[in-house]
């Protein structure tokens, strides 16, 4: 593994006038407040983590806009790894899903200001980009929506009945939806978890899928342990004691797929995780996919 670059320097050459005042009149609270983490990693982690890097030209932009700090992020790699390692899942995910359904909705709830249509846009199929109402303004201020088949809509995911609120398909003749749910249910209180995905699981199609990531049941209240995350405030509330639990807040559920941030440590990660898992019940921090089948 390559020497981590020096993280001093977190604007390129030519970038943009910097609106930082975008930021404070955004007033974000803490939970919404994380978006700055993967917005950072993705724009700049791929120089400590070149394997990793996703190519994602937008969050570079938005990055440079918007001139915030990446000093907080960037001294937790840990967290930059973790969310360049997702980055990739999910889109692997996401090709593979829209391969078979080329015309379906994608939605991404909780999107910050992530842009994963960038990658999932199959000319056909149709994409929802989902967050609290502060959060989407300033989506909207700088990343509003350029295509037909893209939108922007507030949603709660603390209140039930987002999935009709969203206007999302359901019943068994509609065409299955890829949800995405990346950096938000941690934050969650865990009857408030298992009401979305029992939401999800009462409406979505058959064929569709939930794609979440989680971190161990043992990381619930030790956010300030992570740098990046310590100085927003926001706090880990859910986590897993087994993936396989996950399952168990709906009928339709299947767990069909589970994966563990530790494969990007090659032998050394697999190893830790083979030996924590008695322990932990769960990975230390892992993506699992949700389907539903009537």
Not at 193 to 212: D, I, K, M, T, Y
Not at 232 to 246: D, I, N, Q, S, Y
Not at 253 to 265: A, D, F, G, H
Request: with cysteine; charged share 15%.
């Amino acid at each position: 593994m390559p020497p981590p670059r020096s993280r001093r320097r977190v604007r390129p050459p030519g970038a943009p006038c910097p609106a930082p005042d975008l930021l404070a009149r955004a007033q974000l609270p803490p939970v919404p407040g994380t978006l700055l983490i993967p917005l950072a990693a993705r724009a700049l982690g791929g120089r400590y983590f070149p394997w990793l890097e996703c190519g994602d030209a937008v969050a570079a932009r938005l990055w440079a806009q918007l001139g915030a700090d990446a000093t907080a992020t960037l001294d937790d790699l840990p967290t930059v790894l973790n969310v360049l390692w997702r980055t990739q899942a999910l889109k692997a995910a996401g090709r593979a899903f829209f391969a078979e359904h080329p015309q379906a909705l994608g939605v991404n709830l909780g999107c910050g200001l992530t842009h994963h249509f960038q990658w999932l846009d199959t000319g056909a199929n149709h994409w929802l980009d989902a967050d609290l109402p502060a959060v989407m303004a300033l989506r909207e201020a700088l990343l509003s929506p350029r295509c037909p088949r893209q939108r922007h809509a507030q949603v709660d995911l603390t209140q039930l009945g987002w999935w009709q609120r969203l206007g999302l398909a359901q019943g068994a003749a509609a065409q299955p939806v890829l949800v995405l749910c990346e950096g938000v249910l941690m934050y969650l209180q865990p009857a408030q978890v298992q009401a979305v995905l029992a939401e999800f699981a009462e409406h979505a199609p058959p064929g569709s899928r939930l794609l979440l990531d989680a971190v161990t049941r043992q990381a619930v209240g030790r956010a300030r342990v992570h740098a990046s995350l310590a100085s927003t405030g926001a706090e880990f509330h859910w986590g897993v004691g087994r993936m396989a639990e996950l399952a168990g807040a709906h009928p339709r559920l299947t767990l069909l797929r589970e994966q563990s941030v530790s494969e990007c440590y090659g032998w050394a990660g697999l190893a830790l995780d083979a030996f924590t898992r008695p322990w932990l019940g769960a990975p230390l921090y892992g993506l699992a996919t949700l389907g539903v089948e009537d």
